[in-house]
């Protein structure tokens, strides 16, 4: 069981440049979300998805961009990469769209840096 | 809005000393309260969870009490190993949002 896999691992990027970071679970979970994490700042969920078809914002959207075509992918897209988006990036999930009371499931990590 | 508010770090103690990890929450509804321990290079995990005041979540050795008078959440254990070296998160999520709140994660030094 693979769980919560991100792609890729590290990645570094040129302001201005595009990019779409991958995650994608096998456990059918319907929540999923992407998080960065800053040193001093904890975790701030960028997008979150209860569903496919369902996107919405979370504390920290500009200059991302998400979709959630099928259950088991959510990428998280960068427009044109700023070096203030240099962070590691998390996806998580959990089983249902109302993750009150659940656990996350954490990828990874992608730990990406804009020149 | 709501907020999470742990200790900072690094917390540095020698193998088998007695670990507290100070935790306090504001939240305008009743939220759940979670631990999460990421080490090194991996994502988070969750190490314990309590759901309503009172209730105390235990992992590990690991412990921590919802007290809903001083909106709180302290992590704590009583020997902690090398092992345990790793950056612990609090986190709540209230009733009626999609939304997990992160502390600032506080890092674990244990020495042997």
């Known amino acids: 069981n693979a769980g919560v896999t991100q792609t890729p691992k590290f990645q570094v990027l040129k302001t201005g440049q595009s990019m779409t970071l991958q995650c994608a679970q096998d456990m059918n979970h319907e929540y999923m979300s992407w998080y960065r994490q800053d040193p001093g700042m904890g975790l701030r969920l960028i997008h979150y998805s209860v569903g496919a078809g369902i996107t919405d914002q979370g504390e920290v959207p500009n200059g991302y961009n998400v979709s959630r075509s099928t259950t088991e992918d959510f990428p998280l897209r960068l427009l044109s990469a700023a070096p203030s988006q240099t962070s590691v990036y998390f996806c998580a999930s959990s089983p249902t769209g109302y993750p009150t009371n659940e656990k996350l499931f954490f990828g990874s990590g992608t730990q990406l840096s804009v020149l | 809005g709501d907020s999470v508010t742990q200790m900072e770090g690094p917390v540095t103690l020698s193998e088998e000393a007695f670990l507290t990890i100070n935790c306090t929450y504001t939240a305008t509804g009743y939220p759940s309260l979670f631990w999460y321990v990421q080490y090194p290079g991996e994502g988070l995990q969750l190490l314990l969870k309590?759901?309503?005041?009172?209730d105390k979540g235990s992992n590990k050795g690991f412990e921590a009490t919802y007290r809903k008078e001083t909106t709180s959440f302290h992590l704590e254990k009583g020997s902690v190993q090398v092992s345990d070296s790793a950056v612990y998160f609090c986190?709540?999520?209230?009733?009626?949002?999609?939304?997990?709140?992160f502390g600032t994660g506080t890092r674990l030094k244990v020495l042997a």
């Open positions: 986190a709540l999520s209230t009733s009626g949002t999609y939304k997990y709140i």
């Open positions: 309590a759901t309503k005041a009172d």
